[in-house]
């Protein structure tokens, strides 16, 4: 289990797997609503993510025997609209032989011609992951093939496909490369802060294309990394698009960290856009971590998913849920290209259906002086919001309270030029010990109240879903993604407005929790 290559998992095991002994006790108070959890165990990194026959596919890393990380095997579900779950037998086990080998992290596409020559006519799924083998201290890159649409995969005869002899090289990311007519997959060299490009004709034999790295944040080891091209916002035809390379680093100083570079990719090598010591935060909360896009998406949307590495509140029966599904793009901005991610419009358009209706709207509210504006009693819901500061203020919602003290803030302080959520009184479960104040610097400067203070209209979408929150800001430029364990009664929201006084301009709120 300390197993050396995984820091984010090896904290988790601290954290979340030492229980009392009289048995951990159930908390439905926690189980999200329109997130993705699986019914009982433990589950990490989304795996394998394709969209296939009408459906998204949703594998994951899962211990099929326990609440605390090992035995990895791929779990699976799917769903058509990405807010309702079918669960599905495991997709892939543990092999327990002289080397025991687990499914660590890795993708999926759909083979039609049978380049492969693993599939049945009409093409067949392959799974692409690497293999941790810890008695032998190795990592090393399997294909498996689904000839039964993805439900259950069997290992080619001739793995490893790719084998370094390293301990650490993991999280093979595949998709089809229009530029090269073949299959590219970029993969991590952990602790080296590198990933590899590879290119094949038949998904068996792969050509290494080049490196990229070290660069960016290189303070922990390098993880589930993918490439794609994304659409600028507002550009049409040749220069509308530009690549964007993606590295999970978690486990050192900043705790679930999630990096990006923008660039071009010329079909064989990626040239950041940037220099190379320039980090491109993706989410600003302490838990999105490892997500990948899905393949085979119709439509344009690139949409992806990460895993919330669960803290130290233990959940019962299951431990670790996903994100909401983000729609992914580019941004021009004064600083220069940003990526830019929205909860997926596919749930987004459907959240009246979604809500069955339950939706509040309201215009022109002032925060100031603090006021109980609405009670939520599932503590699952979608507000989408502008809010107006006043410079001196700091203002905005303290959500799952229980009274005008105890809740999450989130706000923005015209001072600072921050925005925040704030768990310090928070009551209910256990939160990351240190983590209890996460903020957004909003005066891209990079540093708080470097900036004069001015009135501030923030747009915000703020997503509780009983023991998740996520934050949007700004359409997407920014993301904060966190956790709450709110007391079962803590079901308000506040507004408050101190030094100052700030205006919510427009407001919506969807229910989303259980129609009873
Ligand atoms: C990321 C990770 C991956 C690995 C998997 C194992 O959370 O450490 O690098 O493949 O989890 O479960």
């Known amino acids: 289990m300390k197993h050396a290559a995984l820091p984010i998992l090896f904290l988790l095991l601290l954290s979340s797997v030492v229980r009392p002994q ?97 599939c049945n006519p009409g093409g067949c799924l392959i799974a692409v992951y690497t293999a941790d083998q810890p008695n032998l201290k190795k990592e090393s890159q ?30 093979p990311n595949v998709t089809w490369s229009t530029q090269l007519n073949k299959w590219l997959m970029v993969v991590a060299l952990p602790r080296e802060y590198k990933v590899r490009f590879y290119a094949s004709s038949n998904l068996r034999d792969w050509d290494l294309l080049s490196e990229f790295g070290p660069g960016g944040y290189t303070r922990a080891a390098w993880e589930c990394p ?87 509140q233990a959940t019962y029966p299951w431990t670790g849920q996903m994100s909401i599904p983000r729609d992914l793009s580019l941004r021009e901005t004064p600083q220069g290209l940003r990526l830019v991610q929205t909860p997926a419009s596919l749930i987004r358009n459907k959240l009246a259906d979604l809500s069955h209706h339950r939706v509040t709207e309201a215009k022109d509210i002032a925060l100031r002086p603090i006021k109980k504006w609405k009670a939520m009693p599932g503590n699952a819901y979608w507000i989408e919001t502008d809010i107006t500061v006043d410079a001196g203020a700091n203002a905005g919602f303290l959500l799952a309270a229980k009274d005008s003290i105890t809740g999450t803030r989130i706000g923005y302080d015209a001072t600072l030029h921050q925005l925040y959520v704030d768990r310090s009184h928070a009551g209910g479960g256990k939160i990351k010990p240190g983590r209890e104040i996460q903020t957004i610097s909003l005066n891209n400067t990079g540093q708080a109240g470097s900036a004069a203070p001015t009135r501030k209209t923030i747009h915000l979408e703020i997503l509780v879903d009983r023991s998740s929150l996520e934050v949007f800001a700004d359409h997407g430029l920014y993301a904060l993604s966190t956790h709450i364990f709110p007391d079962e009664d803590a079901n308000s929201i506040y507004l408050f407005s101190n030094g100052g006084d700030a205006v919510i301009n427009a407001i919506k709120i969807w229910d989303l929790s259980p129609v009873h």
């Open 142 to 171: 399997f294909i498996a093939y689904s000839n039964d649409r993805g439900r259950t995969f069997t290992n080619y005869a001739n793995n490893p496909v790719i084998d370094l002899q390293k301990r650490d090289f993991r999280d």
């Open 226 to 312: 993918f490439l794609v091209p994304l659409t600028v916002e507002g550009k049409k035809g040749q220069g509308s698009e530009k690549w964007v390379l993606v590295v999970s680093a978690g486990g050192a100083e900043k705790g679930t960290y999630m990096q990006y570079f923008t660039g071009m990719f010329d079909g064989r090598t990626f040239t950041n856009d940037n220099p190379s010591d320039t980090v491109l935060t993706l989410d600003y909360g302490d838990c999105f971590y490892a997500a990948i896009p899905w393949n085979g998406t119709p439509g344009k949307d690139k949409t992806y998913i990460g895993w919330l590495t669960p803290g130290p």
């Open 22 to 118: 009289d048995g951990p006790a159930p908390t439905p108070q926690w189980r999200p609503v329109y997130h993705f959890t699986p019914l009982k165990n433990w589950t990490n990194d989304p795996n394998g993510l394709i969209f296939l026959d009408g459906k998204y596919h949703l594998y994951n890393q899962q211990n099929p025997y326990g609440i605390g990380w090992g035995h990895m095997s791929w779990g699976h579900a799917t769903s058509t609209d990405l807010v309702h779950w079918e669960h599905l037998p495991l997709a892939m086990p543990e092999t327990i032989d002289k080397d025991t080998t687990w499914r660590f992290s890795g993708s999926a596409v759909w083979d039609k011609n049978n380049s492969s020559g693993l």
